[in-house]
């Protein structure tokens, strides 16, 4: 199928620009990555019309300790095509500058989990906006991908089995890098507008060893406000210093387009 086309000159969609750049000033001053901070995507997208945050600290533990800052603004004005926008704040090693980089991303879905077996496809972009260039690569623009996603739900998305399979081009190294991730999503609890879920994945490239990643997340209120505490490690690798943890928030906003 092909990805729904957008009448950029139409009201819906000057509106979805304008609240993408709202929700990326908020962002800042919200109590600090889908599928945040997982590397594998689900088949999911913002509700037709909506628009979503997600905000996310994630800290590296070598000597000295490393932390990123993320924030992901996206909304959905065609009910079929979901728009990302947005900035991190990546650190360096000795003592250099820290590398700011933007992305955009969007993403459709073939067919809806609802269905019990959901796949979509994503694309996107980033650029660096702060922080030193390479000289292989001396434009802004340092890499550009491409995911295929294909969700299973079972007993009414009490597990999900989550999958990607893609490709990312680096500008940098001049590499074309194939990228996969396997996941799952348990509920553990749900009553009312509150639910907990604990989420888990593997995930890597062809070039260098895996990592997983595990946590929680908490529905606060149902399709509106979760939040989530997780911690991760590259498979293989000897000590902390290829060990990380992430606390974030994720706000979602119905029909802010209408």
């Known amino acids: 199928m092909a990805i729904p086309s957008v009448d950029l000159s139409g009201a819906g969609s000057m509106r979805a620009l304008c609240c993408i750049l709202a929700l ?39 000597r000295g300790g490393r932390t990123e800052f993320w924030a992901l603004p996206a909304c959905n004005p065609t009910g079929n095509l979901e728009i990302t926008a947005g900035l991190n704040r990546l650190p360096t090693e000795g003592g250099q500058p820290w590398n700011g980089n933007a992305l955009v991303q969007v993403k459709t879905l073939l067919r809806s989990l609802d269905t019990g077996i959901g796949t979509g496809f994503a694309a996107g972009a980033t650029a660096r906006t702060a922080g030193s260039s390479s000289a292989s690569s001396p434009s802004s623009l340092t890499s550009a991908y491409a995911y295929n996603v294909t969700s299973i739900s079972f007993a009414e998305e009490a597990f999900v089995l989550l999958t990607l399979a893609g490709i990312k081009r680096d500008r940098e190294t001049q590499r074309t890098i194939a990228m996969w991730g396997v996941g799952s999503e348990t509920r553990l609890y749900r009553r009312g507008d509150q639910e907990l879920l604990l989420a888990a994945e593997v995930f890597g490239s062809d070039s260098g060893s895996p990592s997983w990643q595990g946590g929680f997340r908490f529905w606060v209120v149902k399709e509106k406000v979760q939040v989530d505490a997780v911690v991760g490690r590259q498979i293989g690798s000897q000590g902390l210093d290829r060990s990380w943890w992430s606390i974030g928030l994720r706000l979602i906003g119905d029909g802010m387009l209408r």
Request: a negative charge; proline letters at 13%.
């Open 24 to 62: 990326s000033l908020l962002v800042p001053s919200l109590p600090l990555h889908a599928a945040r901070p997982y590397a594998t995507d689900d088949a999911r997208i913002t509700p037709e019309g909506g628009c979503q945050v997600e905000s996310w600290v994630q800290h590296h533990t070598p």
